[in-house]
């Protein structure tokens, strides 16, 4: 038998007092003696007050545009310390507080969630150092939406006793097996698994097949602490067996992990049901069983049925919340037909930004397989999902995607109105409802949101990537799209700065706020060229911040607030009509991020491509990681290179149970798997008459921000990896949307086509 081997920092700060006593974790952190060096960045006045240190917070930004903190922390690498502070501020406010190095790359060892209310907050926690470079602590106060205040004192760094150590640990898990990919592994691929252990020797591990018979063995290798979970880490590889087969297992200190596959198509069945989730995401037509399955079957949505007052006659929003969100001077005197599109998520908004980049997905994932499918991926087929269009001549992907590009153009002004070609940016209920409730039901009334840059650029990308890819089935709907992305391009360029707001959150619908369309107008010109060949959009392409710049953050390629690292891929993949010059360059910018991503990776415990700042994992964190496979999964395309492939394979690995929660994070895949993601409609968690969410629905992930009241009363004190709870009502952590399960689309079939 086989053996196998072995400060995110502002550039600039303001220190108020002289250097601390090299003796001290913390200098006059009771602030009595005028001896501490906290300092302020980006928009935060310090001041001492009766032995507090208080800072004056300017309103918005981003939460790492308004710092304080504190340098020059030495730390024993491998000791556990415990910081505490009393907090003051005269209202609710919650904040990440980082401890990192002091210097780039800014290497965090902890960040904490602390949330202060009203009056005086005490806050602690405990966290052993991974290095003993200089370290700074961080507070990142930015983000709120009026200027605040927030007062310090007893700030206290040192070394934790064993009982805050125990009390810490409890928290973190240490009963799991070997972690794997409960779907399988490819037979050519790698096969790892993750090991959540405080030894620091290797571990013996064996594989057994069905049966129970050893099909294998070999020693873990030690991976090192890992601060999204807590523990020290190892890794089973056992990439040399080639065996295809059902049910293996890897046994680790008596432990057993869950059953996994070793073979050849993985993915194919998800590419399937993953397409096939967005048919009972459809509003404004009946879901039937016959095609859904049963459980999913529901009469058409907000078709003017009642209670439902439906999308057929939408009139803007008024009143006082308009007027709030908007000012005084928008309005409009006319109601437009928005039915039909996609539910966004589990409520019965439809959001322009987010259909634009869910749906430019789906195209995408039609447009790779046509071009670097090998002339028979199954993209190309009139019979790959369920949905009532089989067989009309269309591939199914693009009869899909033009249930949400109808209702995207419909979002449009009409000529003759004021803001003609603009978008509106939303449409959704007035008031939030209640879960359960079924689209059919929904009693509340309906508005039209104010048109938006952002919303029309989103219209004008995925617009003209429509037309080129329907131009060989529908030439007609192929013209009116290309007529109504430039129309819209031109609106846009008569608009530049109309841009959505944030409200209060109260009105129904997410709020989708951008002030930034830069990237947008990007994405959308880049759509235009591709499709068009105008030298014009060439122009505004090598005009933009963005066309020789990086574009692939590190925390999440791009996502429906920056899309233009999907602008940057489409015109490596696509843009056969660029210069040539400007092609090589583009490409080689993609492969460059994308063996960029494979080196982040490749310091993973874990193996997925994902590491935000401060260790911290953001709202939707299992799409930001579909995000980033995608930019590898075009470096493969367009270099051919195995190494690539086999990035976005391992990647996968994680969001099927390679994971410290030990769960597939698609419903219906693996032996434990995500079932009650958010949702007004598959909620059979508060009724069981209801079903769960149909095999493939993607769950958001764990999210370090604890907004919910399942996450704040269940996940305090999480690590940031295990911030997440498969509860219907955790809507921070567990949400499922458009905009997820298109990039899950996109990286099944790739994979299913890869083999």
Not at 261 to 276: E, F, I
Not at 456 to 465: G, H, I, V
Request: overall charge negative; glycine content about 10%.
């Amino acid at each position: 038998m086989p053996k196998f081997p072995n400060c995110l920092v502002l550039a600039f700060f303001v220190c108020l007092s002289g250097p601390a006593k090299a003796a001290d974790l913390i200098a006059d952190g009771s602030f009595e003696k005028g001896q501490d060096v906290f300092w302020a960045a980006g928009g935060v006045a310090l001041s001492r007050e009766r032995g507090r240190l208080c800072a004056g917070v300017e309103a918005g930004g981003q939460p790492w545009d308004r710092l304080i903190g504190v340098n020059d922390l030495q730390f024993s690498a491998g000791k556990p310390y415990r910081l505490s502070a009393i907090f003051e501020a005269r209202g609710e406010h919650a904040f990440p507080v980082l401890i990192q190095r002091n210097i780039e790359p800014w290497t965090a060892q902890a960040s904490f969630d602390a949330t202060v209310k009203a009056g005086k907050t005490e806050f602690s926690s405990v966290f052993t150092a991974s290095e003993a470079e200089p370290a700074q602590i961080i507070l990142q106060l930015g983000g709120a939406k009026k200027s605040w205040r927030l007062c310090l004192d007893d700030v206290v760094v040192r070394e934790a006793t064993a009982e805050e150590v125990e009390a810490k640990e409890k928290n973190v898990r240490r009963d799991l097996p070997a972690l794997v990919n409960q779907t399988g592994y490819f037979l050519d691929g790698p096969k790892r698994a993750t090991i959540v252990s405080d030894s620091a020797e290797p571990l013996a591990f064996k594989l057994e097949d069905a049966d129970g018979v050893m099909v294998g063995e070999g020693l873990t290798a030690p991976a090192g602490f890992d601060a999204t979970v807590g523990s020290e880490t190892q890794i089973a590889d056992f990439s040399a067996f080639a065996t295809a087969g059902e049910g293996y297992r890897l046994v680790v200190s008596g432990k057993t992990s869950y059953p996994f596959s070793v073979g050849h198509d993985l993915y194919g069945k998800l590419r399937v049901d993953a397409l096939s989730w967005f048919y009972p995401q459809r509003s404004g037509i009946e879901i039937k069983g016959d095609i859904a399955g049963d459980a999913y079957a529901r009469p058409a949505g907000h078709v003017q049925d009642s209670p439902n007052r439906g999308d057929t006659q939408v009139t803007c929003l008024t009143g006082k919340v308009a007027t709030k969100l908007y000012g005084k001077d928008w309005t409009c005197d006319y109601t437009l037909d928005v039915s039909g599109g996609w539910y966004d998520a589990g409520d019965q908004g439809k959001y322009v930004v987010n259909g634009g980049i869910a749906v430019a997905q789906l195209l995408g994932t039609f447009e790779r397989g046509l071009k670097y499918g090998k002339g028979a991926s199954p993209v190309m087929s009139d019979s790959l999902s369920r949905i009532p269009e089989n067989g009309n001549g269309v591939p199914d992907i693009l009869d899909e995607a033009r249930w949400e590009l109808e209702f995207l153009m419909k979002m449009m002004v009409p000529d003759g109105q004021p803001l003609a070609g603009m978008v509106h940016h939303k449409v959704h209920d007035t008031k939030w409802t209640a879960v359960p409730m079924l689209p059919h039901l929904d009693p509340e009334l309906r508005a039209l949101h104010r048109p938006s840059t952002a919303a029309t650029l989103n219209l004008a990308a995925a617009a003209a990537q429509g037309a080129r890819l329907f131009a060989p089935y529908d030439e007609a709907f192929s013209k009116r799209l290309l007529a109504a992305a430039q129309k819209a391009w031109l609106a846009a360029a008569s608009n530049p700065v109309l841009f959505a707001p944030d409200s209060d959150g109260l009105q129904g619908g997410g709020d989708y706020g951008d002030t930034d369309v830069t990237d947008e107008t990007y994405w959308a010109a880049a759509e235009l060229y591709i499709t068009t060949g105008d030298a014009g959009y060439l122009t505004t392409l090598k005009s933009s911040s963005f066309w020789a710049e990086p574009v692939f953050p590190a925390l999440g390629a791009f996502h429906w607030r920056n899309v233009a690292g999907l602008a940057r891929l489409d015109l490596a993949l696509y843009g056969d009509n660029l210069p040539e010059d400007d092609r090589a360059m583009i490409q080689a910018s993609v492969v460059s991020a994308a063996k960029n991503f494979v080196g982040l990776q490749q310091k993973e415990p874990f193996g997925h491509i994902y590491r935000p700042a401060g260790n911290r994992y953001d709202w939707g964190s299992n799409q930001l990681i579909l995000q980033n496979m995608i930019v590898v999964s075009a470096g493969y395309d367009l270099t051919g290179e195995q190494a690539l492939l086999n990035s976005v394979r391992e990647s996968m690995d994680y969001l099927f149970g390679r994971n410290a929660m030990n769960i597939s994070y698609v419903t219906g895949y693996g032996s434990v798997f995500s079932k009650n993601q958010h949702s007004r409609w598959y909620a059979h968690q508060v009724d069981n008459a209801l079903p769960n969410p149909p095999a493939g629905t993607l769950a958001g992930g764990p999210n370090s921000s604890l907004v919910d009241d399942i996450a704040k009363t269940r996940l305090k004190g999480c690590w940031p990896q295990t911030c997440y709870a498969d509860d219907i009502m955790s809507w921070g952590t567990n949400e499922m949307t458009i905009n997820w399960n298109a990039p899950l689309v996109y990286i099944a079939s790739f994979l299913a086509d890869s083999r």
